[in-house]
C-alpha cells in the first residue's frame, strides 16, 4: 500500500490500525480453516483469503513498526467465555464478531490514516455480512445433506428431557410441532428448543410458523399443502434459512420442488394417531419419492421400529418420526438405532449389496 498519510497519523493511531488489522487477519484466518476444513468449501475458503490478503496490503511495515505488545494493557484483558467455546457454532459466531469489529474500527480510524482505507474497510464490513450469511447457510445444508433421521416433537412434560436425549443418541435435525398451545407457550418452549438442539449443533426448525422461527433464530420452518405459500416463507425467512414442505402425491412433490423447499415430508407412510383424518399416502408413494426426488426426503407417518424395514425395502434413506422417538422410554436408545439401521442401509448401497 503505498504510505499517502493524512497530517494526524501518529503512533497511537498506527498502533490501532496494526491491533485491528492483525485482529481482522487473525479471525479471517480462523473462519477459513473452517470452510477448507470443516466444510469442504474451496469458494468459501477462497472468500476468506482474498478478504486477508486485501488486509494484508494495507498492514504495511511502517504501521507493524509501531506495534508495542509489552506496554499494551490489551493483552492482559480476556473475557471468561474467550477461555471456552461450546462448539463450532459458538466458536464461528465469536470470530464473525471480532472480524467485524475490528473492520469497523478500521473503518473509523482508517479515515484519519488515508482517504481510501475507511470506504475500503466499510465495504469490506459488509462483504464479511454476506459471507457469514452464506456460511451459515452452507453450514445448515451440509447437516440437513447429512440428517437421515428427523424427531418431529409432540408436547408434554418430558419434551426437553426426550428432545436432550435424542440429541445424546445423535440425532441432528428436530421440528417443533405445537398445534394447541399458546402463542406465549409456544415462543417459550421455541426459544429453549433451538438453543438445545444449537448446543448440540443439531439443526431447529418450527412447524407451520414463520414468525415463530424468526423470533427464535431458527434454522427454518416446516410447511404443509394448507400452510402459506412457500415462495412468501421464502421472502420472509430469506435464502439462508430451511424451508420444509409436506407432501402427499406425487403432484404436491413436483410443485414443492419448483417451489424451492429444502427438503420435502413424504407421508402419511402409514395412518396416525399424531395427524388423525388424514389418509395414508402408502408406501407407493414412497417409491415414487425414491425415483423422483433430487432434494432430501424423509417419509413420515406411523413408522416404527416393526414397519421399519419395510420403509426401507422402497430405497428410502430418511425417516421423520413422533410417537417412536417421543413415545420411547429410552429415547436416545431408540434414536441411535434408527440411526444405526439408516446407516446400514447407505452403506448396504454404497457397496453395492443393496441397488441404489
Ligand atoms: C417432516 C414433516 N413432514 C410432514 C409434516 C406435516 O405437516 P402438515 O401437513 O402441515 O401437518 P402439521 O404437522 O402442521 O399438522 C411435518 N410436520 N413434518
Ligand atoms: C406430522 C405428520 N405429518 C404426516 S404424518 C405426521 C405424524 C407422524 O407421527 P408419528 O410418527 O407419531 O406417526
Ligand atoms: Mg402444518
Known amino acids: 500500500m503505498e504510505e499517502q498519510y493524512s497530517p494526524l497519523a501518529q503512533p497511537i493511531l498506527y498502533r490501532i490500525l496494526d491491533a485491528n488489522l492483525d ?32 488486509i494484508a496490503r494495507w498492514h504495511t511495515m511502517t504501521l507493524r513498526s509501531y506495534r508495542n505488545t509489552t506496554d499494551d494493557p490489551g493483552t492482559e484483558l480476556s473475557h471468561p467465555q474467550e477461555e471456552q467455546r461450546s462448539g463450532i457454532e459458538q466458536l ?30 466499510k465495504q469490506m464490513r459488509y462483504q464479511v455480512y454476506t459471507l457469514e450469511s452464506r456460511l451459515l447457510a452452507h453450514q445448515r445444508h451440509q447437516v440437513l445433506q447429512n440428517s437421515y433421521l428427523y424427531l418431529v416433537t409432540s408436547p408434554g412434560e418430558r419434551l426437553f428431557a426426550i428432545v436432550e436425549a435424542a440429541l445424546q443418541g445423535g440425532l441432528t435435525l428436530v421440528q417443533y410441532r405445537d398445534k394447541n398451545s399458546t402463542d406465549e407457550i409456544r415462543l417459550k418452549t421455541a426459544q429453549k428448543l433451538c438453543q438445545l438442539c444449537h448446543r448440540y449443533n443439531a439443526l431447529f426448525l418450527v412447524n407451520d410458523r414463520v414468525d415463530i422461527a424468526l423470533a427464535v ?24 434459512r430451511l424451508i420444509g414442505r409436506s407432501t402427499h402425491s406425487p403432484e404436491d412433490l413436483k410443485r414443492a420442488i419448483q417451489e424451492g423447499a429444502d427438503y420435502i415430508g413424504v407421508g402419511p407412510v402409514y395412518e396416525t394417531p399424531t395427524k388423525a383424518g388424514r389418509p395414508a399416502a402408502g408406501l407407493e408413494y414412497v417409491r415414487h419419492a425414491v425415483k423422483n426426488s433430487p432434494i432430501p426426503w424423509f417419509a413420515i407417518g406411523g413408522i416404527d421400529m416393526n414397519n421399519f424395514d ?17 413415545n420411547a422410554e429410552q429415547p436416545t436408545l431408540v434414536t441411535q438405532y434408527f440411526l444405526s439401521q439408516l446407516n446400514r442401509v447407505r452403506n448396504l448401497k454404497a457397496y453395492k449389496v443393496l441397488p441404489n
Open 23 to 54: 485482529r481482522t487477519r487473525e479471525g479471517l484466518r480462523i473462519i477459513e480453516e473452517w470452510c477448507r476444513f470443516g466444510l469442504g468449501s474451496g469458494e468459501l475458503a477462497e472468500e476468506c483469503k482474498h478478504l486477508r490478503q486485501e
Open 310 to 326: 419395510d420403509v426401507m425395502a422402497t430405497g428410502c434413506e430418511r425417516v421423520a418420526v413422533v410417537r417412536s422417538i417421543m
Open 92 to 121: 464461528l459466531q465469536a470470530n464473525f464478531c471480532r472480524v467485524q469489529e475490528a473492520l469497523r474500527v478500521l473503518e473509523e480510524y482508517g479515515k484519519l490514516y488515508h482517504p481510501e482505507m475507511g470506504k475500503t474497510f
Open 217 to 240: 433464530d431458527a434454522d427454518g420452518v416446516h410447511l404443509g399443502q394448507d400452510d402459506i405459500p412457500l415462495e412468501l416463507a421464502r421472502q420472509v425467512l430469506g435464502p439462508q
